[in-house]
């Protein structure tokens, strides 16, 4: 009673929340399960756990055996949230079932019945057991016979007190229903003592039987059935509960006993066991339908029906906050069925279904709530500003929250509404406007009324002009490569924002990503798009769709892309022959553009990379966008090539084919004849022929070689050779009767296994010829510095018989080198004289002479011999002084005084140039002084060297000289406008005012 108070004052509270959640019933999310507890076990506390949400939070309670536990009265019993904690246990005092309740404000909810029992086992009886006989070859079976329990329990046999487990295999078999041990086929070592062990794991306890002695007899033929002659049969079902075992049990040997007993021995001879799966007799409830939680007004009817099914058939009970429902003058209950008419406040509160069967109860928990208040929109107000366009419908929603439902009428302004041809009062309330003008702006309001109230409110009703697509896009025919605008324009209501959205052929473009050839242009109400740099892939069609919060609008248009055709397929040779294949393909895409012309192209390993076949060397020589085959001639013999097509059309050339397969041409004699046919020269009787050697592209097949034919001038008879190397481009032929430098006419040809191939043209090629028989006279020798000299001698007049002449050898040497050559020089022609360098300084050198020609080198003249020069001064000239006075240079230095070794000083050398990469220009003179003019506008550079017979010394340092100009700022010295630069010797006159050097 004083939950309902509660609820009754709560009421409107609750109903506020309803729709937001805040408010909700106890739901377990943990309830108690059974336990077994070890009944020796010295553990001091048993635990129960339950636990629920709910808003607000439950509070717990417990009933055991049906009957509410006093938490005050019994220490043992303790309550910490929702968990309950048992200490000390007994027996006696705690067994039985416990139910855990959890209640708030909206009511009660039951857990389920948990079991709480204590598990043990007793000691076996002491009593010796029997002894079992059994003939060797039958089948035994030995009994355990466990002690009373409570708990499950599993079994295993040892056997002669081995500690090791009997173990299970094709004879043995323990069954963990019995405990009972059977053995197939027994043998002699099968003879001796048997124990049964007994594990209880819930009780923490194994318990050991007394031994049973097993004996071989020989006078029966019969099986034994030890113990008290019990066959057993066990069904275990294959449901996930665990149900009672079926047994067939039998005391006398009947015929059912016998059939039984002969089933068994079959059993035991096949090695098998016999095992019979079970069927499910019994099952616990399990929900078909539950019930739900349910919202319903004051004075509405309530229905609910839970469904279970179960073995035997549950029956069902009804709660209402945990407390039993039973039926009244508003509550009817007819089995699964719960009915309660015209709901008042006070039916609110948390339900449960309970399906029961002799094995189990489950429960299917649900909230009833009931809602009773006068209309109120502050959750779910009329829409503040409703938008319609011209034309258009709208719908004005009227759903206030009333408990029972609110009657709604409407007014526009101050005129109630009626329903028309136009206007549509509907069922839940909203109001329907159908073509609307701009007359019916303005502001609508929704009166509510129930029995236990009236409210109103009101919104505004806004229409606007329509959009319309006044420049759609249209179809367009382009070529690949080309840039586009499709155009989309609108005319919208100024105050509507209008988005322009792109698509092409059904998927939204991207802008962003595809800003290579997308892009918007135009204001607020243009929405054209440009294609640029348009492809092949931007076929297709494309949708403007206009957004607006109002509507959506849009218009089509296809875009045709011709670009040229696609690479032909599938190119394939048909036939190859040694001149001609025959090729066939299949036309690729014609991207929209019509295939006009195939060409062929070919590709050799000696090819640069592909080749179009020239017009004339296909048949047909015109290959048309239908021609899908074409025999290609003029191929070369014995080479590899592979084939491609392209295809052609009025846009343009497309992408190649894939090649054919790579195939070479077949063999056939070869028709290309060498070129530069030359030769000469050789040792004597000797005759060298030379030619250009043929491409491997055009030997035409195997076996390659050339074929060389020869004979003397003025001769009719040819000699013919065969050169079977294939890069062979030189033959010598020797005979000991070739005259040296004999005329000869050649022809040089080419074969291969499939025959031969045509001649060159003819070439004269002269025989090979003797070395000189003559050596040079008249051979002289000068020394012209420290590191040259000149080797003179006299032409040799020659002819056929002293060896043709075509050029001279000059060889030289030292005494140093005991005669052995150190250089050695040639001059092709009449040329007599040889200058020679890079020699050692005052050394004397020998030098001699001899003729040569293509056979080689003739004799060698006298030697003669000459002193080189001494070695140049190594001083440079010192001392330099300058004077520069009315754009005049005096120079002054020291006479260089040279060592015993080098050459006497015999003059001086004055280089100078305007800068390092100008030309340079040389005064020389005998003097130490010289005088130059200077130019007007430039600094020059500077040295000078000594001149000896030796050849030049060394440089002084560069000295610059600085422009007129700049010295004539300082007022130094007066320059001539006119000065140029020109040198002039001083030889009689001397420049004695010396200043400083200036580096």
Same mark, same amino acid.
């Given at each position: 009673?004083?939950?309902?108070?509660?609820?009754?004052?709560?009421?409107?509270?609750?109903?506020?929340?309803?729709?937001?959640?805040?408010?909700?019933?106890?739901?377990?999310?943990?309830?108690?399960?059974?336990?077994?507890?070890?009944?020796?076990?010295?553990?001091?506390?048993?635990?129960?756990?339950?636990?629920?949400?709910?808003?607000?939070?439950?509070?717990?309670?417990?009933?055991?055996?049906?009957?509410?536990?006093?938490?005050?009265?019994?220490?043992?019993?303790?309550?910490?949230?929702?968990?309950?904690?048992?200490?000390?246990?007994?027996?006696?005092?705690?067994?039985?079932?416990?139910?855990?309740?959890?209640?708030?404000?909206?009511?009660?909810?039951?857990?389920?019945?948990?079991?709480?029992?204590?598990?043990?086992?007793?000691?076996?009886?002491?009593?010796?057991?029997?002894?079992?006989?059994?003939?060797?070859?039958?089948?035994?079976?030995?009994?355990?016979?466990?002690?009373?329990?409570?708990?499950?329990?599993?079994?295993?046999?040892?056997?002669?007190?081995?500690?090791?487990?009997?173990?299970?295999?094709?004879?043995?078999?323990?069954?963990?229903?019995?405990?009972?041990?059977?053995?197939?086929?027994?043998?002699?070592?099968?003879?001796?003592?048997?124990?049964?062990?007994?594990?209880?794991?819930?009780?923490?306890?194994?318990?050991?039987?007394?031994?049973?002695?097993?004996?071989?007899?020989?006078?029966?033929?019969?099986?034994?059935?030890?113990?008290?002659?019990?066959?057993?049969?066990?069904?275990?079902?294959?449901?996930?509960?665990?149900?009672?075992?079926?047994?067939?049990?039998?005391?006398?040997?009947?015929?059912?006993?016998?059939?039984?007993?002969?089933?068994?021995?079959?059993?035991?001879?096949?090695?098998?066991?016999?095992?019979?799966?079970?069927?499910?007799?019994?099952?616990?409830?399990?929900?078909?339908?539950?019930?739900?939680?349910?919202?319903?007004?004051?004075?509405?009817?309530?229905?609910?029906?839970?469904?279970?099914?179960?073995?035997?058939?549950?029956?069902?009970?009804?709660?209402?906050?945990?407390?039993?429902?039973?039926?009244?003058?508003?509550?009817?209950?007819?089995?699964?069925?719960?009915?309660?008419?015209?709901?008042?406040?006070?039916?609110?509160?948390?339900?449960?279904?309970?399906?029961?069967?002799?094995?189990?109860?489950?429960?299917?928990?649900?909230?009833?709530?009931?809602?009773?208040?006068?209309?109120?929109?502050?959750?779910?107000?009329?829409?503040?500003?409703?938008?319609?366009?011209?034309?258009?419908?709208?719908?004005?929603?009227?759903?206030?929250?009333?408990?029972?439902?609110?009657?709604?009428?409407?007014?526009?302004?101050?005129?109630?509404?009626?329903?028309?041809?136009?206007?549509?009062?509907?069922?839940?309330?909203?109001?329907?406007?159908?073509?609307?003008?701009?007359?019916?702006?303005?502001?609508?309001?929704?009166?509510?009324?129930?029995?236990?109230?009236?409210?109103?409110?009101?919104?505004?009703?806004?229409?606007?002009?329509?959009?319309?697509?006044?420049?759609?896009?249209?179809?367009?025919?382009?070529?690949?490569?080309?840039?586009?605008?499709?155009?989309?324009?609108?005319?919208?209501?100024?105050?509507?924002?209008?988005?322009?959205?792109?698509?092409?052929?059904?998927?939204?473009?991207?802008?962003?990503?595809?800003?290579?050839?997308?892009?918007?242009?135009g204001g607020e109400s243009v929405g054209d798009l440009m294609i640029r740099n348009i492809q092949l892939s931007h076929s297709g069609k494309y949708l403007c769709t206009v957004q607006t919060t109002l509507e959506h609008l849009s218009a089509a248009a296809d875009i045709i892309v011709r670009g040229p055709p696609g690479p032909p397929e599938d190119v394939r040779v048909e036939h190859i022959s040694s001149t001609t294949s025959q090729i066939s393909w299949r036309p690729g895409p014609d991207n929209n553009s019509p295939i006009q012309i195939f060409t062929v192209q070919t590709r050799t390993p000696f090819s640069v990379g592909w080749q179009a076949v020239a017009t004339g060397d296909t048949v047909p020589e015109i290959l048309s966008g239908q021609t899908y085959n074409a025999t290609v001639v003029g191929l070369s013999s014995w080479v590899e090539y592979e084939f491609r097509v392209l295809a052609g059309n009025s846009i343009g050339i497309g992408e190649p084919s894939k090649?054919?397969?790579?195939?070479?041409?077949?063999?056939?004699?070869?028709?290309?004849?060498?070129?530069?046919?030359?030769?000469?020269?050789?040792?004597?009787?000797?005759?060298?022929?030379?030619?250009?050697?043929?491409?491997?592209?055009?030997?035409?097949?195997?076996?390659?070689?050339?074929?060389?034919?020869?004979?003397?001038?003025?001769?009719?008879?040819?000699?013919?050779?065969?050169?079977?190397?294939?890069?062979?481009?030189?033959?010598?032929?020797?005979?000991?009767?070739?005259?040296?430098?004999?005329?000869?006419?050649?022809? #040089?040809?080419? =074969? %291969?296994?499939? @025959?031969? +191939? !045509?001649? *060159?043209?003819?070439?004269? &090629?002269?025989?090979?010829?003797?070395?000189?028989?003559?050596?040079?006279?008249?051979?002289?020798?000068?020394?012209?510095?420290?590191?040259?000299?000149?080797?003179?001698?006299?032409?040799?007049?020659?002819?056929?018989?002293?060896?043709?002449?075509?050029?001279?050898?000059?060889?030289?040497?030292?005494?140093?080198?005991?005669?052995?050559?150190?250089?050695?020089?040639?001059?092709?022609?009449?040329?007599?004289?040889?200058?020679?360098?890079?020699?050692?300084?005052?050394?004397?050198?020998?030098?001699? #002479?001899?003729? =040569? %020609?293509?056979? @080689?080198? +003739? !004799?060698? *003249?006298?030697?003669?011999? &000459?002193?080189?020069?001494?070695?140049?001064?190594?001083?440079?000239?010192?001392?330099?002084?300058?004077?520069?006075?009315?754009?005049?240079?005096?120079?002054?230095?020291?006479?260089?005084?040279?060592?015993?070794?080098?050459?006497?000083?015999?003059?001086?050398?004055?280089?100078?140039?305007?800068?390092?990469?100008?030309?340079?220009?040389?005064?020389?003179?005998?003097?130490?002084?010289?005088?130059?003019?200077?130019?007007?506008?430039?600094?020059?550079?500077?040295?000078?060297?000594?001149?000896?017979?030796?050849?030049?010394?060394?440089?002084?340092?560069?000295?610059?000289?600085?422009?007129?100009?700049?010295?004539?700022?300082?007022?130094?010295?007066?320059?001539?406008?006119?000065?140029?630069?020109?040198?002039?010797?001083?030889?009689?006159?001397?420049?004695?005012?010396?200043?400083?050097?200036?580096?």
């Amino acid at each position: 009673m004083r939950l309902l108070w509660k609820l009754i004052i709560l009421l409107p509270l609750i109903n506020s929340c309803a729709g937001e959640g805040r408010w909700s019933r106890p739901t377990f999310t943990q309830e108690p399960q059974d336990v077994i507890f070890p009944l020796d076990l010295s553990r001091s506390e048993i635990i129960l756990n339950c636990a629920a949400h709910g808003s607000p939070s439950p509070h717990y309670r417990w009933k055991q055996n049906g009957t509410d536990i006093d938490f005050t009265r019994n220490y043992r019993y303790k309550l910490n949230g929702g968990r309950l904690a048992i200490s000390s246990p007994h027996t006696d005092q705690d067994i039985g079932t416990y139910q855990c309740l959890a209640t708030n404000l909206l009511g009660t909810i039951l857990s389920r019945r948990a079991k709480l029992q204590f598990a043990y086992i007793e000691d076996f009886e002491t009593k010796t057991r029997s002894t079992v006989s059994v003939r060797e070859g039958q089948g035994v079976v030995l009994l355990c016979g466990p002690p009373p329990h409570f708990g499950d329990l599993s079994y295993a046999w040892t056997f002669n007190d081995n500690p090791l487990y009997v173990q299970e295999g094709n004879r043995r078999f323990v069954s963990q229903e019995t405990g009972n041990l059977y053995i197939a086929k027994v043998e002699p070592s099968d003879v001796g003592n048997y124990t049964c062990f007994v594990t209880n794991k819930e009780a923490q306890r194994s318990v050991q039987g007394p031994p049973t002695p097993l004996v071989q007899r020989t006078d029966v033929q019969s099986l034994i059935l030890v113990g008290e002659g019990w066959m057993e049969a066990h069904c275990q079902g294959k449901s996930s509960t665990a149900n009672p075992k079926l047994s067939l049990k039998s005391r006398t040997f009947n015929k059912r006993m016998k059939a039984s007993m002969s089933a068994l021995q079959a059993t035991f001879e096949e090695e098998t066991l016999l095992r019979v799966n079970s069927f499910s007799m019994t099952a616990p409830p399990e929900w078909e339908q539950k019930i739900q939680n349910t919202y319903l007004s004051i004075y509405d009817n309530l229905y609910w029906e839970c469904k279970a099914s179960g073995k035997p058939k549950p029956w069902y009970t009804w709660l209402k906050n945990g407390e039993r429902l039973n039926s009244e003058e508003r509550i009817q209950i007819e089995n699964g069925t719960l009915t309660i008419m015209m709901l008042n406040v006070s039916d609110s509160g948390v339900y449960q279904c309970a399906a029961e069967n002799k094995y189990q109860i489950i429960y299917a928990n649900a909230e009833l709530r009931v809602l009773a208040s006068a209309p109120d929109f502050s959750k779910s107000p009329i829409k503040k500003n409703s938008i319609v366009q011209v034309s258009g419908d709208i719908v004005i929603e009227c759903k206030p929250n009333a408990f029972p439902r609110a009657a709604i009428s409407w007014k526009r302004g101050t005129e109630s509404l009626r329903q028309s041809k136009r206007v549509f009062l509907l069922e839940d309330g909203s109001l329907k406007i159908h073509n609307v003008t701009r007359s019916d702006a303005g502001p609508y309001t929704c009166i509510a009324t129930n029995q236990l109230g009236i409210a109103k409110n009101t919104g505004s009703l806004i229409v606007k002009e329509r959009t319309i697509i006044t420049v759609p896009p249209s179809k367009m025919d382009v070529t690949v490569g080309e840039s586009i605008v499709l155009p989309c324009q609108v005319s919208h209501d100024p105050t509507i924002e209008v988005v322009f959205v792109w698509s092409f052929n059904g998927d939204i473009i991207d802008l962003q990503k595809r800003a290579a050839h997308f892009e918007r242009i135009g204001g607020e109400s243009v929405g054209d798009l440009m294609i640029r740099n348009i492809q092949l892939s931007h076929s297709g069609k494309y949708l403007c769709t206009v957004q607006t919060t109002l509507e959506h609008l849009s218009a089509a248009a296809d875009i045709i892309v011709r670009g040229p055709p696609g690479p032909p397929e599938d190119v394939r040779v048909e036939h190859i022959s040694s001149t001609t294949s025959q090729i066939s393909w299949r036309p690729g895409p014609d991207n929209n553009s019509p295939i006009q012309i195939f060409t062929v192209q070919t590709r050799t390993p000696f090819s640069v990379g592909w080749q179009a076949v020239a017009t004339g060397d296909t048949v047909p020589e015109i290959l048309s966008g239908q021609t899908y085959n074409a025999t290609v001639v003029g191929l070369s013999s014995w080479v590899e090539y592979e084939f491609r097509v392209l295809a052609g059309n009025s846009i343009g050339i497309g992408e190649p084919s894939k090649p054919s397969e790579l195939l070479r041409t077949k063999a056939s004699a070869p028709v290309v004849a060498p070129v530069n046919i030359n030769g000469g020269g050789g040792g004597p009787y000797e005759l060298v022929v030379t030619w250009e050697s043929i491409p491997e592209e055009l030997q035409n097949g195997e076996g390659f070689g050339y074929i060389v034919m020869f004979r003397p001038v003025g001769s009719t008879t040819w000699t013919k050779e065969r050169v079977a190397l294939v890069d062979s481009s030189r033959f010598v032929y020797r005979n000991d009767s070739i005259a040296p430098l004999s005329p000869f006419e050649v022809k #040089v040809g080419v =074969y %291969n296994n499939e @025959g031969e +191939g !045509p001649l *060159s043209t003819m070439s004269i &090629v002269y025989s090979g010829e003797d070395e000189p028989q003559l050596a040079p006279r008249g051979t002289s020798v000068q020394s012209f510095s420290a590191s040259e000299m000149e080797v003179s001698w006299n032409a040799i007049a020659w002819n056929r018989n002293t060896g043709r002449v075509l050029g001279y050898e000059v060889l030289y040497w030292t005494d140093d080198s005991k005669g052995s050559t150190i250089g050695k020089i040639r001059v092709s022609g009449n040329v007599t004289t040889k200058n020679i360098t890079g020699l050692k300084a005052n050394t004397i050198y020998f030098a001699s #002479v001899r003729a =040569y %020609n293509t056979a @080689g080198t +003739g !004799p060698t *003249s006298l030697p003669v011999n &000459v002193t080189t020069k001494k070695s140049p001064p190594s001083q440079p000239p010192a001392n330099i002084a300058w004077k520069l006075s009315n754009s005049k240079l005096c120079l002054n230095w020291e006479h260089v005084k040279t060592m015993e070794n080098e050459s006497e000083v015999l003059g001086y050398k004055i280089l100078y140039r305007q800068n390092r990469q100008s030309k340079t220009h040389i005064l020389e003179t005998n003097n130490t002084s010289a005088e130059l003019l200077v130019p007007f506008e430039e600094d020059y550079l500077i040295e000078i060297r000594t001149v000896s017979d030796g050849g030049d010394g060394s440089s002084s340092e560069e000295i610059r000289i600085p422009k007129m100009s700049s010295l004539s700022s300082r007022g130094n010295h007066v320059i001539e406008p006119n000065a140029h630069f020109l040198p002039v010797v001083v030889v009689t006159f001397y420049c004695f005012a010396i200043e400083p050097l200036i580096r």
